[in-house]
Structure formats: C-alpha cells, structure tokens
C-alpha cells in the first residue's frame, strides 16, 4: 500500500534551518510529481511546493520567498524540503502527497521559537 512517512521536523531558532524528509512507498515513485502542504492548528492546510516527476520543475506558494527548496531523490523514493531562514510564523506541522490522489503522510511538526 501506498505510505508517505515525513520526518526531520524540530524545534529551531528564528533565521535557522531544517531539512524535512518524506519517504515514499507502495507506487511509482520516480513518475509521481509530489508536494508538500503545511497546517496551523485551527487552520486549513496550506500550499508550500511541488516537484515533478523527474525533479525538473519545481513551484513555490509566493510566501516561500526563496527560502524553501524542494527536491527529491528517485533512486532513494525520497522527497525533501528545505527549510531556510526560518521565520516564528512557518511553525505548522508540514505534510508531504501525492497530488491528485488522497495519500498524505502523518506530518512532521516544525517549530521556530527563541
């Protein structure tokens, strides 16, 4: 069956970084364009990126700002985010799909606090 498991998320000062995984099994990964979201508590989830399928094309919601890359790694089944210059208000935890269809992983919680 189809599994996204995320991981990397913590606790980081305000201006640090974080690399968020996402490891992907059960399909195709290497012909799946993947994203990944991110949701406040009380708040719907929220666009943050996606890659395509071969990893040539990337799209960022404009709050990214070039402080977020995504990336993956076919020959792994692995899918990243990232996260730089952190700001108090990308604490979210932060989920990683497969568009078009309604697999998500469990999320992995990010925190930006001094």
């Known amino acids: 069956q189809v599994q996204l498991v995320e991981s990397g998320g913590g606790l980081v000062q305000p201006g640090g970084s974080l690399r968020l995984s996402c490891a992907a099994s059960g399909f195709t990964f290497s012909s799946a364009g993947m994203s990944w979201y991110r949701q406040v508590p009380g708040k719907e989830r929220t666009y943050v990126a996606t890659i395509s399928a071969s990893g040539s094309t990337t799209y960022y919601a404009n709050f990214v700002k070039g402080r977020f890359t995504i990336s993956r790694d076919n020959s792994k089944n692995m899918l990243y985010l990232q996260l730089n210059s952190l700001k108090r208000t990308d604490t979210a935890v932060y989920f990683c799909?497969?568009?078009?269809?309604?697999?998500w992983g469990q999320g992995t919680q990010v925190t930006v606090s001094s």
């Open positions: 799909t497969w568009p078009g269809t309604d697999y």
